[in-house]
């Protein structure tokens, strides 16, 4: 087992001394001064979100500037027991966002605090819901069907937005295995998510009118929502604006869930 623990002067060896300087930037003088010693798990778990945040950080061009050190700190920190893939993803793009010219730009702080309170499921969820919407192409306006020519997140703040999906797409998206319970899990899932502020609905199960097709479940989407998206895929820093269909081009993610339906307003199917 002692075989198994890196000190602090042989972590950044372990995680790679030029992977940390790429991300990092100058604040890497201050890696090792919170933590002295790591397990090798722990250290495979750190280097696969800083992986995650060199990633990002190359696809969107930003190789100038410095992670603020409480973001370096909160990370280290968080990602020490990251098992999950997706909160992986998600802790990388926040840190790969926290980089910048304005050393005092801690932002990311907030983020990285978010991502640690949710649970896997609930971040799954998050991450379904939100790349779904990426994928809407017709909002319904009464019974219009209107092509979606971008997503506004200024008019889905003060109008409101509907996304339906279908619950066997959720469900194959959250890769439940025998032992999981959905329904409790989903349920889980979206109250957490309400709670937080990140997406309000989708706890239900509705049965939809014509019997030949899938239940599904509707949730309104949040700015904060959106904010945690974009900068749980490195560009958080960038705005609200770029929360468009093109950032699905760049990122691989491990699911494809397309909405059941899209309404413009609040639409309730209760």
Known sequence: MAS?????????AAVGVKLIYDVCGPTA???GGELTAYSKIGAENVRR???NAAHRLKTIGKFEGQVPPRV???ILSDGYYCEDELQALYLGGV???SKGPVSRDDRAIAYCSLVNSLSSYQLRTHCIIY???LRATHFKV???LTPIKALNTYWINKHGLTVAIREVDYQLAMDFSTPEQPANIGQHSFVGLEEKGLCKGGVNVCQPQDKNEEPFRYFYPTLLGIELFLWGLGIGDYGLEEYRPELLKKTVLPFVVTPYE???GHVSFS
């Open 4 to 12: 198994e623990i890196i000190t602090g002067s042989s972590l950044a």
């Open 29 to 31: 003088k201050y890696w």
């Open 49 to 51: 979100i800083f992986e």
């Open 72 to 74: 370096l700190k909160a």
């Open 95 to 97: 840190l790969a966002s």
């Open 131 to 133: 790349s779904a919407l």
């Open 142 to 144: 009464g019974g219009t």
């Open 262 to 264: 899209t309404h413009a």
